[in-house]
């Protein structure tokens, strides 16, 4: 099974930090795993992605357990134009699984 | 870069009839994916190129669906006959190499069958 597990929604104060987490026990070695988010009628758009170290860009930062069986997305300071469900995926053999994602609800 | 642009936007169109669904990758990106997002399924993967190439359609729902490359910056899926069951909305996406480069989406066709 290819696909990640998240919850299914989560809350947060506008301009505090969000972590969002994702399990992927039986990622294999090889396996990297990327963060999208999608926004209400668009495209997912791609927000960062890593392999076994913890990874930083302008957007947000990732945290993957050592064991990689987990990691965490984390936006450190929630606007309101970052309401949208964010996914966790396990690219494997070409193939990108999308599971249902966690809705993020960002309060004013 | 203009981004992975799709046509149309939206469709409507009647049990029965035949839709063509349009892509243009991101040029240089030599994979493309088509995705089908509905509220039940979330997104499914259809099917994905590889320098024009189909790799895997393991996911295409059934025979009245198929999906061609005829060059590196063109794309279609095709449902013949449509269904209502069909109705989603399909998303095409490109990308260099995937295992360490992002996909970039387009904004996607919402087809509605009536």
């Known amino acids: 099974d290819a696909k990640t597990t998240q919850p299914n929604s989560m809350e947060s104060n506008e301009e505090e930090p969000v972590h969002l987490p994702c399990n992927h026990s039986?990622?294999?070695?090889?396996?990297?795993i990327h963060w999208y988010r999608q926004l209400p009628s668009q495209g997912p758009e791609y927000v960062i992605h890593?392999?076994?170290s913890n990874v930083n860009n302008r957007m947000a930062s990732l945290a993957i357990a050592e064991d990689r069986k987990s990691s965490t997305l984390i936006l450190h300071r929630a606007t309101l134009r970052d309401a949208a469900v964010y996914y966790c995926?396990?690219?494997?053999?070409?193939?990108?699984?999308f599971g249902s994602g966690t809705k993020l609800n960002v309060k004013p | 870069d203009a981004g992975v642009i799709q046509s149309p936007r939206h469709e409507v169109t009647e049990m029965g009839q035949e839709v063509t669904l349009r892509c243009k990758p991101i040029s240089g990106h030599d994979y493309l994916f088509w995705y089908r997002q509905t509220m039940m399924r979330g997104l499914e993967l259809l099917i994905y190129?590889?320098?024009?190439?189909?790799?895997?359609d393991s996911g295409m729902p059934e025979d009245r669906f198929s999906a061609k490359m005829p060059n590196a910056s063109f794309s279609t899926l095709k449902i013949q006959p449509s269904e209502p069951r069909d109705s989603a909305v399909y998303f095409c996406?490109?990308?260099?190499?995937?295992?360490?480069?992002?996909?970039?989406f387009g904004n996607g066709t919402r087809l509605t069958v009536t």
């Open positions: 039986t990622i294999s070695g090889t396996d990297y």
């Open positions: 190129f590889n320098n024009n190439v189909p790799i895997d």
């Open positions: 996406a490109s990308s260099h190499p995937p295992s360490d480069s992002p996909l970039h």
């Open positions: 995926i396990r690219y494997n053999f070409n193939k990108f699984y």
């Open positions: 890593g392999l076994t």
